[in-house]
T-cell receptor
């Protein structure tokens, strides 16, 4: 099955700075790459996703890039705010119902 | 906004007992999933369900686990004989189609003592 690696495990940035989280995947057939945000004690919530037919997608302060050749994708958060503090998970899935998550990145945005 | 509903929010059970975790997916969704998250760890895939049958399952989903959609609205996860290491948060999720953002429920915290 798919194996997703995520780095870094923790990330601390100053408010207003950018944050970048990177993931790699193993299954070259994977073609769907969502990102989830999980606040303490709450459910994961989808924040952005990208499919393999595009290389980049942006939604306000959040962007995701995908490099299919290298099998890696990244989440970029610009102008970070304290409320961006959470655990972020990447995930990957091929044309099946088996979506695997990375180990998560704990992002802390310091005011 | 439609929600995935899970009950109970917290379940404590004796080791060896059977538990059933319940989920009501969003009504027009066709794909259903169970994931678990041991405290402080990653979200782990257990099983996916489509068209009234399991479509994928992970190595975690062994013979102790089963899923059912008994009545067209509920989606249940049964653990036949719980072990201490089954203690985790169990999340149900659903999606309207393949490769469309999953909506997660708020989870059931299972504690096996």
């Amino acid at each position: 099955g798919e194996n997703v690696e995520q780095h870094p495990s923790t990330l601390s940035v100053q408010e207003g700075d950018s944050a970048v989280i990177k993931c790699t995947y193993s299954d070259s057939a994977s073609n769907y790459f969502p990102w989830y945000k999980q606040e303490l004690g709450k459910r994961p919530q989808l924040i952005i996703d990208i499919r393999s037919n595009v290389g980049e997608k942006k939604d306000q302060r959040i962007a995701v890039t995908l490099n299919k050749t290298a099998k890696h994708f990244s989440l970029h958060i610009t102008e970070t705010q304290p409320e961006d503090s959470a655990v972020y998970f990447c995930a990957a899935s091929a044309n099946n119902n088996d979506m695997r998550f990375g180990a998560g990145t704990r992002l802390t945005v310091k005011p | 906004e439609p929600e995935v509903t899970q009950t109970p929010s917290h379940q404590v059970t004796q080791m060896g007992q059977e538990v059933i975790l319940r989920c009501v997916p969003i009504s027009n969704h066709l794909y259903f999933y169970w994931y678990r998250q041991i405290l402080g760890q990653k979200v782990e895939f257990l099983v996916s369900f489509y068209n009234n049958e399991i479509s994928e399952k992970s190595e975690i989903f062994d013979d102790q686990f089963s899923v059912e959609r008994p009545d067209g609205s509920n989606f249940t996860l049964k653990i036949r004989s719980t072990k201490l290491e089954d203690s985790a948060m169990y999340f149900c999720a659903s999606s309207v189609q393949l490769h469309y953002g999953y909506t997660f429920g708020s989870g059931t915290r299972l504690t096996v003592v």
